[in-house]
């Protein structure tokens, strides 16, 4: 059956347009005339891996206080606009950016985008406001700590990466968070806040022309002309990136036990690829839809379906500035942990040693499209896809998305799969974390 992403193209053409705007932002536009409504999604390259290095948690922290409005708008009140037109909104913090999203009725698109601008540009990070959002963010933090997959995740990621940024906390630690200051946060705002160093991506029933007109007057010039002290954005930008080398490749190996667990966790994680390397970046999220996504995926069918040997198993490769991990996770018995680790190897040595079938991988190709086809069907979905890719810089993904992945996809061989295994899942240098009960 032949691979296509024809649905997609039909529904929706020309395709997205991604270009620069006088005032340094980058905007990526696609328009859904069939659609009732507009999504926006900014995303500011301003993550845990900007956090100064004294102030880890500060672009979480800074997420949150985004809402708190400016001099000219009170806090809370952008969200009771979205909600009064029926609209929806939200932000998340991750290692390489933070981004905030709206979706409203078509017609309140020019009404709702200025005042989302203006608290990105214009935070006001009150000293009393900035105590109140304190205690919510240090309550976040403390239900992740009562979370046993969020502190799986967290020691596989300090594993991985030992001293480079991405093995950081994005909550930070509750001294560090408990510390930091209204002046730091608005220093770190100033140098990170800005039009170029964000991207706007709009998908739904809006005109490229029309597009460009409000966002090009929501982020006007004037509004971020500020007067930066020279200093803060060196002494920020030193801090925040101490060092910057990946780990050399070797076998990390290393287990901690946790009271509140059942039933064990198991983390294997290979260094995979950055978004330098696109096409190996998504063919690797085919690796994972042959290993462990559905009941027929090799791992799946081998150890839960047929052996009971796991509870669950799951895969992911994401797409990151710099290398992310490809990673097999599984829940199960600390009995099973060894054999089920040798079986996870066995069959990585099984895809390097023999070329997969035709079949199966054609099945993988058909799974992994759909799957993409299904995940950018609303105007939201897509205006993520779009800001996401575009702020990593992967412009012709972003304006031919409705072919460019599937066209990735398609094009891969037998032997191109062999390669890949080999290239990035190596038998002897991988990383195994384990959380078991205590």
Known sequence: M?????RIAAKVSPQATFLKLGNGITLVHQEMSASAVVS???WVKAGATSDPASSLGMAHFLEHMIFKGTEAIAAGEFDLVIESEGGTSNAATSLDYAHYNFTVAASRFAIALPYLSQMLLEAKIDEQELEQERLVVLEELRQAMDDPDWIAYQHLMETA???????????GTEAVVSGITATQMREYHQTYYRPENMTVAIAGAVTREEAIK?????????TFSRNIPKNILSNISNGANPVQNL?????????????????SRLNMAWMGTSVANLEDAIQLELVTMILTEGRSARLVRE?????????DIAGSFALQQEAALFTISAYLDAENLELVEHKIIQQVKDLQNHPIAEAELNKAKRSLCNQFIFALESPSQLANFLGYHSLLGCEELCTDWSNAYCKIIRKVKPSDLQNLVKKYLSLENYIVTCAVPA
């Open 214 to 222: 409000i966002v090009d007057a929501a982020f006007t010039r004037n």
């Open 40 to 42: 926006v999604d900014v």
């Open 247 to 263: 780990p050399t490749p070797t076998m990390r190996r290393d287990t901690i036990s946790l009271p509140m667990v059942q039933h």
């Open 303 to 311: 150890l839960l379906e047929e052996s009971d040997l796991v509870q």
């Open 2 to 6: 032949p691979i296509t992403c024809d």
């Open 161 to 171: 990466y030992g001293d480079h940024v991405y093995s950081r906390s994005v909550l």
